[in-house]
């Protein structure tokens, strides 16, 4: 008998499955990146399986699609993700925004200065992303429409895009326009700033894993808040981590980093945002039916 239950304490706390966990290896998931780098998670307790991406829709598609079990990805991608399947993917926490965290890039000798100069021109926008909902409701917020200008491409092939005259534009979460800027390649004219919208991180969850790992859920809340702290006491520690991670050099990760807030936890300017873009993209077809904001966020 004392056999059959030392078996059944090992199987169930020595080999417990680690939490899979989904996200970017860009700034935008600065406070994971450096949560998984310093091993805070493994410091309250919690086991995890990281696995790197390059875009919020790329996440989405690990969780809801793949073996990931929680993963970070930018308000569409996130509304996207809960319009569908919540409550069996749901809102775990907000993990900071940036109201300037979107930036729109044009090669260095373009006479564009504003999203109604790319009327008629081809814009490189990687699509399902915080980037894609910011441009529709900017462009909105100044009575124009760029939905035909808009030309899906991956972060990674933007600058050769741009240096190639394949696109007139580009405009992309931080650290893509820092990055184009450091490198000579094109010039910033604008942010997405202004429409009231903070650009919320989140970090989803699957329902079951949520369920399946309370016990867990606590440490990983600790280890996410530890690493929130880190970056906002330590800032040049954490760009260098960040930049280890991304391959980018520091100067172009403390440029991106500036235009981010990292903070775990719900407040009323991330959930005003989120229903602001939630109803805006459901006006505009992009989602079939509003979440319910509560019902969809882990408790």
């Keep these: 008998m004392r056999w059959i239950l030392g078996v059944y304490l090992i199987v169930s706390f020595g080999f417990a499955k680690p939490l899979v966990i989904a996200f970017q290896d860009r700034v935008v998931d600065a406070i994971v990146i450096v949560a998984v780098e310093k091993k805070f998670f493994e410091e309250e307790g919690v086991e995890i399986a990281p ?69 008629g021109k081809k814009i490189a926008v990687k699509k399902g992303t915080s980037t894609h909902g910011g441009v529709m409701l900017k462009a909105k917020a100044e009575g124009i429409n760029l939905d035909k200008e808009m030309i899906d ?35 910033r004219i604008m942010t997405l700033d202004g429409v009231g919208n903070t650009y919320p991180l989140l970090l989803m969850v699957k329902e079951a894993s949520f369920k399946g790992n309370v016990s867990q859920m606590k440490g ?56 602001k873009m939630a109803g805006f993209l459901y006006d505009n077809q992009k989602i079939k039916a509003l979440p319910d904001m509560e019902k969809c966020i882990a408790h």
């Design 51 to 119: 696995k790197r991406f390059t875009s919020g829709p790329a996440t989405s598609e690990a969780l809801i699609f793949g073996d990931a079990d929680i993963a970070t990805m930018g308000d569409t991608a996130a509304l996207i993700a809960v319009s569908k399947y919540c409550p069996n993917v749901l809102m775990l926490t907000s993990l900071g925004g940036g109201e300037k965290r979107h930036g729109v890039v044009v090669a260095n000798d373009s006479n564009a200065s504003s999203l109604s100069s790319l009327i």
């Design 153 to 187: 491409l991956e972060p990674s092939l933007m600058a050769s895009a741009l240096m190639e005259k394949e696109v007139d534009a580009v405009i992309a979460s931080e650290p893509t326009p820092s990055v184009l800027i450091e490198k000579g390649i094109g010039k």
């Design 220 to 275: 990983v809340f600790k280890a996410l808040e530890k690493s929130a702290q880190f970056i906002n006491e330590h800032p040049e520690q954490s760009a260098q981590i960040v930049s280890n991670v991304s391959k980018l050099s520091i100067a172009a990760t403390k440029e991106a980093m500036s235009y981010h807030f990292y903070k775990i936890g719900w407040d009323d300017a991330t959930k005003e945002s989120l229903s």
